[in-house]
């Protein structure tokens, strides 16, 4: 029985990207507290607004419960 609601803290989350970073490397974590235990503490992460045109992936890992935010291709952006 999932009795708790789990929790991002903060609610908003600002990462930086360098320039260097490969394509399918973790860029950041994300950390949601929930109050359940067992499986019903098991975290699923998703993006659902402001996705950066389909630029970064998030995953779930199982073990800290911790929302993994992976870059999934490269923008760039010049100007003249």
Do not use: W
């Not at 708790?4 to 260097?20: G, T």
């Amino acid at each position: 029985l999932n009795m708790f609601n789990m929790k991002c803290l903060p609610e908003h989350y600002q990462l930086y990207v360098p320039e260097s970073a490969q394509v399918g490397s973790a860029v950041g974590k994300i950390k949601a507290n929930d109050a359940d235990t067992g499986s019903n503490a098991d975290m699923t992460y998703s993006i659902i607004n402001g996705d950066g045109m389909g630029i970064f992936s998030i995953s779930t890992d199982k073990e800290t419960r911790e929302g993994i935010l992976s870059l999934k291709k490269v923008k760039r952006t010049y100007f003249l």
